[in-house]
């Protein structure tokens, strides 16, 4: 059973537009919500995170917005760029332990 | 530079043959992790160890096994008993604690020929 549930499994975007990366999550008991950037044959690296008790974060480009009530949370990326052409996976992470689980990941690809 | 590091980044099994994969941390963290990732997949989770001398199965162990002797260092072994070895491996590190970020190597490529 896929714990957190990510959406779109692939995305184009044109430069400069806005990408949209959604996750939903079933368990209340995730208290850490974290994104990763993974550029092909490299490790997965952290891009944002959020923790639940906030509804947005923001980080330059990079916008976390965060429903509770829904259990979702999406990525925004404004202002795409070509270098931003990557595979992105959301995650979370409970309170007690230490286990992530995450998305299947979002290929995105941003043309000039 | 703190860190982890992987190696090697490319292997190459004869089938039949195990293989060990190294995972070496200076980051002084507590928690070790392999996942599995497969061209176009999301990360499965192998193994994972919390403290020295101790770890868990993940939803993918069978054909693998690991070791935790020291906490810096958390070797995997696929061994003839995985029938699709091939796949990019990733490990990865977290500090013990609420809300501390998992971080990754670059990882290593694993080809059965």
């Known amino acids: 059973q896929q714990q957190v549930k990510q959406s779109p499994q692939s995305l184009i975007v044109q430069k400069g537009g806005i990408s949209i990366i959604n996750c939903a999550y079933e368990n209340t008991a995730f208290d850490y919500f974290p994104w990763y950037q993974q550029f092909p044959g490299k490790g997965p690296a952290l891009l944002i995170a959020?923790?639940?008790?906030?509804s947005e974060k923001k980080e330059g480009r990079f916008t976390i917005s965060f429903n509770k009530s829904a259990k979702q949370f999406s990525l925004h990326i404004m202002d795409s760029q070509p270098g931003d052409s990557a595979t992105y996976f959301c995650a979370a992470a409970l309170k007690t332990g230490n286990q992530f689980y995450f998305g299947t990941g979002t290929s995105l690809t941003v043309i000039p | 530079d703190g860190g982890i590091t992987q190696s090697p980044k490319y292997l190459f099994r004869k089938e039949g043959q195990n293989v060990t994969l190294s995972c070496e941390q200076n980051l002084n963290h507590d928690a070790m992790y392999w996942y599995r990732q497969d061209p176009g997949q999301g990360l499965r989770l192998i193994y994972y160890?919390?403290?020295?001398?101790?770890?868990q199965k993940g939803d993918i162990a069978e054909g693998y096994s690991v070791s935790r002797e020291k906490k810096e260092s958390f070797p995997l072994t696929v061994t003839s008993a995985q029938k699709n070895p091939t796949a990019f491996y990733l490990c990865?590190?977290?500090?013990?604690?609420?809300?501390?970020?998992?971080?990754f190597g670059e990882g290593s490529w694993l080809t059965v020929v």
């Open positions: 160890s919390q403290i020295v001398n101790d770890f």
């Open positions: 959020i923790r639940p008790d906030v």
């Open positions: 990865a590190s977290t500090t013990t604690g609420l809300g501390n970020t998992i971080y």
